[in-house]
């Protein structure tokens, strides 16, 4: 009966790589004083009765280093829009030119970049929890099948396999860590 066992390791590897994508997209929010498109990805906008990202109320565009625009598409929406990138907490103050809103951003001070390679180091603990957490689930499944008749050689197999799925996923968040909090100490 336990011979059939097979753990599902496709599925542990696709939710352990959801927490890296997961924490890329966290780190593309964070602001490293460069302009980029994606730091705006977590502000949404309440247009037509719905909290909207802005990137589907407007074109998003960084026309230099220092400078992203937006092109509202509605004219009615340009101070909602505005309201809440003041109220995002990126530190960033938008400037008005009809349909267009300007955000030049500023230089960041070495206080500010501590405090963001911080607000890194927990994004990335959280990804760490998150595949320990599928980690966790896969090892439960493995008990589980012990429990069933599951030969010892095949447990330590399993074992084995799971924890080494899981040491790559922590190395990989340990080294976007770093290269993340490296880019926002650049000066």
């Avoid at 502000?43 to 280093?65: H, K, L, R, S």
């Amino acid at each position: 009966m336990s011979d059939d066992f097979e753990l599902d390791t496709k599925d542990l590897e696709r939710r352990m790589d959801g927490a890296m994508t997961s924490l890329r997209t966290e780190f593309a929010s964070l602001r490293t004083g460069r302009a980029s498109a994606s730091m705006l990805e977590p502000v949404m906008v309440d247009a037509y009765g719905a909290m909207t990202p802005i990137n589907q109320v407007g074109t998003v565009n960084v026309p230099e280093p220092r400078m992203v625009t937006i092109n509202v598409w509605d004219k009615g929406l340009v101070n909602k829009v505005e309201k809440a990138i003041r109220e995002s907490g990126l530190g960033i103050n938008p400037q008005m030119n009809g349909t267009i809103i300007m955000l030049p951003i500023p230089e960041l001070n070495e206080e500010r970049r501590k405090e963001l390679t911080k607000v890194a180091a927990q994004y990335a603990e959280n990804a760490r929890v998150a595949i320990r957490n599928v980690r966790r689930d896969g090892m439960d499944q493995i008990k589980k099948a012990k429990a069933d008749g599951m030969s010892e050689d095949d447990q330590k197999f399993w074992e084995t396999e799971v924890q080494d799925m899981t040491n790559l996923h922590i190395k990989s968040v340990d080294e976007a860590l770093e290269a993340k909090q490296a880019e926002i100490m650049q000066v």
